[in-house]
Nanobody, 128 residues
Framework: QVQLVESGGGLVQAGGSLRLSCVAS???????????MSWFRQAPGKEREFVGG????????YYKDSVKGRFAISRDNAQNAVYLQMNELKPEDTAVYFC??????????????????WGQGTQVTVSS
């Protein structure tokens, strides 16, 4: 079992920045670096969507087109943590942001059904 806890959400004006954190508690005996990690978000009335993903060692990152150049995902395997730095925030970035972990080797980073564990989410609100 893996428990994921997100933090760092809040209210920010358009153009501002936030840094989300996700810390994993591992009870499975597996090391954090064996999990691919991603951030998803869900706005009211909309489906959950992929935002960014990072591979097991952190060497590869992937992003939703609309956040490329503004958001950066990273991980610290020594701290069992993954981060999402969000800059130049826009009102359309408003959503609940979820951290997700995938424990297999066949990682389809944008497919929410791929992931084995999810956090409870943290609210990000961007005012215009």
């Amino acid at each position: 079992q893996v428990q994921l806890v997100e933090s760092g959400g809040g209210l920010v004006q358009a153009g501002g920045s936030l840094r989300l954190s996700c810390v994993a508690s591992l009870n499975s005996g597996r090391a954090f670096h064996t999990y691919a990690m991603s951030w998803f978000r869900q706005a009211p009335g909309k489906e959950r969507e992929f935002v960014g993903g990072v591979s097991w060692t952190g060497s590869d990152t992937y992003y939703k087109d609309s956040v490329k150049g503004r958001f950066a995902i990273s991980r610290d395997n020594a701290q069992n943590a993954v981060y999402l730095q969000m800059n130049e925030l826009k009102p359309e970035d408003t959503a609940v942001y979820f951290c997700a972990a995938e424990e297999g080797l066949d990682w389809d980073y944008a497919d929410a059904s791929t992931y084995d564990y999810w956090g409870q989410g943290t609210q990000v609100t961007v005012s215009s």
